[in-house]
Every structure is written in C-alpha cells, then in structure tokens.
C-alpha cells in the first residue's frame, strides 16, 4: 500500500492515478472534526458546501444548516462550526448543510478518487482500520489553511501513516510521521504552537481544539457519496 | 525574526515581501552541498545554470564546468555532480559552472530577495550566524525534487529554524522543527528512508550522501550576487 501526504491543496495536482486510491481529507480545526461528530451523532448525511449562500437555499428548503464566518454563526442558521453545536437530539435522522471553505475546496478536489473518507483525530483508529479494509494506495490530503501548511492536518496525517506501517512512503509523509513522533504525547501542546490555533483561541474556541485532539472516541467513518458525507 | 518555510518551488508564490528576506536556498542532495564545498575550497564564485547546453557555451569560452545527467558526468565537463570531484588544486581561484535542475530553479525563482544565502549541513552554523547578521526576515526554500517535497531540504528548514530561536514561525517550519527533532541524532539513517536516497544511492553515490549529512564542517557562507554565487 503506497502513501502519499500532500501538505497543500497547491499541492495535489501533483498525485496521479486519484481514481485509483483512498484520498483522506484532513481538516482537523474543525470541518472534518466537526463533519465525524455530526455523523456520529445520528445525523443521516452532512452535505458540504464552499459558499453560505449555497447554505441558505438548502436552509430555505427546510434543512439544517451550519456554518459561521469571522467566528460567528452565521445570521439565520441553525449552528456554527463547533462539534458542540451538533447536539445528538438535533441532529439525529437529519441531512446538515455545513459550509466551510479549505475542507469542502479539498473534498470537490478529491471527488473523483475511488473513495473520499473524512479523517479526524476523534476516530483515528477507524479511519486506519476503513483504509486497510479498502486496501488502495491512500493519499492524506491536507486541508491547509488558505494553501498555506498546517500542523494540526500534517500530524493527523503522520498519525495515519505510522499506524499503517507501510515500507512505500512518499517523502512528505516520511516528515509528517517524524513530526507527529515528536509531538504525539502532547498533541494540544503542539497545536498551542499553531498559527490556526492562535487564530481560534483568539475566537475563544480552545474548547473545540482540545475536543479535536482527543483520540479515538468515534468508531465510525465518514466517506463521500456523490455529493454527501455519510457513513461508509 | 519571522521564519517562513517553503516545502516545495510550487509553494514560493505564497511569499510576499520577498525582496525585504534573506532567502536561504536548500537543495542538499547535492546542489548546495556540493556548491558550498566549491567556494570552500578555494573558487572564486560558482555560476549555476539550468541547461548542459548553457554549461557547455561557458565551456567552450574556457570555464571549467560541472553537471552530470542520469548519473553520469555530462561528456566533455570537468566535473560531475559529486562534492569529492571539486578538489582544491583544480578550482582555486576558478569560477566554476554548475548545471542542476532544482536548486538553480529556486535560486532564479528567490533572485530578487534581500539576499540570497546557499544552504547545506556542511555550513549550518555559518548559514545561522549569518542569517542573524543580517537581520532581516527568513524564508527557508526547500529545492525538493521535481516540486514534491522532500526529507532532507526539510530537515535542514529545521535545523536552520531550532537554532534561530524565533517565536515568529509559521507553520511549515514548526513541522520541520519537529521532523529533525526527531531525526536530528542520526540524520544519515533518516535520509535513508528519503525517495531521493533511494535514487541516489542506487547511483553509488551514498558516500556523497554521507558527506552531505555532515555538520559544521565549513565556515564560509555563499550568496547569490547578480548571476553567480560568491563567499559571503
């Protein structure tokens, strides 16, 4: 099994054969965090969309939608971006519309993959565990932060390949395993160091961070199926 | 001192300001290595150049040359790309022509920074002290190959980044930091494991390799003045 990380969206025109391989979209702070919670939580899909505006025609249809810019739920809308907001009684049975932008950008990217799967720190094991069973060539696509390297996806990724111990990495992900081997015991501490993190502490959500560095309290995965996220 | 890391020459346009940074160029299997050895022992200046045919026009106007395509010395150059074939008593005093395909790439793509400095293992302390000289912002650029990343231009980011101590990095070198932290005991073995490595060594050229792993051996440091590199 082959492992490519690709660090940047800038980055992913570089990997051939897509439709060929099991392409991982990390957005640890928070979309693909937030998307597991929602599914795990009951809901039936999560549907992703780039722009609220898209949001706020699925909001007019009936759904649930969640989405938030400058750290504010947006006006009109069911939730913000915070796991916490997908509350099981809510959620459960339903379809929820979620706006982000490097997260959704980076699963439109990867569509014609032969599977799509929603990675997070929340259920590790189980996204390992789904890519030996689909037993692919896996590709880690990092979400970044506006094309710019992250810490948070790139030792998410490093987590990833060092559970599936496979002898074909590329070099990128070579670095991703040595920086989360430096960092694994304290996970938050390494993400304190972040410029994400100093962005969303500043919004007051260290609560959400240190949610998304908990490890394996989810058992299940996220995989995309044509234009929604759901259970694999 | 804010520290920037650029893990692939697809990922330089997110610079801005380059013209008020110190760019270090990284290209360590072997481009900078081996040009950092030639001013070391004793050349006048290296002029890199992409193309074996711009080589050979220096050639033939009376420069000694060096290049080397699918691992072999470029027929009719003085020298191939190995560090070992620049030996003092042949390029004392010489300007000498180097032909390479990443490194020069990134040093014409960096040719209007504040500075332009050649990095390697072999100067690492030199390349620091000189960078605090001249303090300016820092932006590591990582040569990678062919625009993927790669472990040991990643590496050295870091090692160049640790030693700077600044608070202000963003996250591309955080993760190196952490990348040689892990590896910084024994960086042979962990270029080992690199793609590149694998290339090279298949060439026969792990002595090389070796050679390029090893620390704080020179004390000069070259930078780019106009089209051609000189001691600092």
């Known amino acids: 099994m082959q492992i490519e990380t690709v660090l940047s969206p800038t980055l992913f025109s570089q990997i051939s054969d897509v439709e060929h391989k099991t392409v991982v979209v990390i957005d640890i702070l928070r979309a693909t965090s937030t998307i597991t919670t929602i599914l795990h939580n009951g809901a039936d899909a999560v549907i992703p969309v780039r722009e609220a505006s898209i949001a706020q025609e699925y909001k007019s249809k009936g759904y649930l939608v969640g989405g938030e810019r400058g750290g504010e739920t947006i006006p009109g809308f069911d939730f913000g971006n915070s796991p916490f907001h997908y509350k099981k009684e809510i959620v459960t049975g339903k379809e929820i519309v979620l706006t982000t932008t490097n997260g959704t950008k980076c699963i439109e990217m990867a569509s014609h993959a032969h599977q799509v799967v929603v990675g997070s720190f929340l259920n590790l094991v189980a996204v390992v565990n789904h890519l030996r069973y689909m037993d692919k060539d896996v590709v880690l696509f990092c979400a970044g932060w506006k094309n710019r390297v992250n810490v948070e996806d790139s030792l998410y990724a490093g987590a990833v390949a060092q559970r599936l111990k496979s002898e074909e990495v590329d070099d990128a992900t070579l670095l991703c ?35 998304c560095c908990e490890t394996d309290i989810i058992n299940s995965v996220g995989v995309l199926s044509t234009d929604r996220i759901i259970l694999a």
Do not use: C, E, P, W
């Open 177 to 211: 395993i040595d920086a989360y081997d430096a960092s694994k015991d304290n996970l938050f501490a390494a993400l304190k160091k972040s410029n994400h993190f100093q962005r969303l502490a500043s919004k007051g959500v260290t609560k959400d961070i240190a949610y």
